[in-house]
């Protein structure tokens, strides 16, 4: 190690570019609270903020070719990175939030034959999804609504399959504890 952080940062940078993996494990082990706290007060939800930092980490990866130590530091490079999966995650949440209004809207200005109750749940299941928050809500709509698979999921949202399968399981086990609050509610 050096006394100077630019030359280390430099070299980090270096051995980053060039495809070593444990340069990105101490990049993340020195920056991953940094992106973390960025994307937390961006976005405000623990479960959002540790997506972006997943997905910065692995766009860091990827798109290792494109850091340069003579333009910059790169934690700079990583800020900038999480600042562009920010404003993925809120134009995410804004097209779930206008898909699950116009899905409602269309449920009560087009209701089917079929019974009152099913027509109901149906609501609910909007309702709740929306109160969900993103990337969760978009993740079990595609899933179910649009049934697509993990994979396509992944692949349209630019996500780590292991995310989108922790949204699902997470979803349905949130959705499942709210579906039974209302039956608990309604028959009281």
């Not at 993740?139 to 698979?149: H, N, Q, S, W």
Request: aromatic share 4%; hydrophobic share 40%; proline share 3%.
């Amino acid at each position: 190690m050096h006394d100077d952080p630019g030359v280390e940062s430099a070299e980090l940078a270096a051995r980053l570019s060039g495809g070593d993996r444990e340069a990105l494990a101490e990049m993340y082990r020195r920056w991953s609270p940094l992106v973390h706290t960025i994307a937390l007060r961006a976005l405000g939800a623990k479960e959002d903020a540790e997506d972006v930092v997943q997905q910065v980490f692995v766009a860091a990866w990827r798109g290792r070719a494109t850091l340069r130590a003579d333009r910059g530091s790169p934690v700079a490079w990583l800020v900038g990175i999480t600042k562009h999966r920010v404003a993925d995650v809120r134009t995410q949440r804004y097209r779930t939030h206008r898909n699950l209004q116009a899905l409602a809207s269309e449920a009560v200005t087009e209701p089917s034959a079929a019974d009152d109750s099913n027509w109901a749940e149906r609501l609910l299941l909007v309702h709740e999804l929306e109160r969900m928050g993103d990337p969760r809500a978009t993740v079990l709509r595609m899933a179910f609504i649009e049934d697509r698979t993990q994979d396509e999921i992944a692949r349209a949202l630019d996500l780590p399959l292991g995310t989108v399968k922790s949204h699902v399981r997470r979803g349905l086990t949130e959705l499942r504890d709210r579906l039974k609050e209302v039956e608990r509610v309604a028959s009281e």
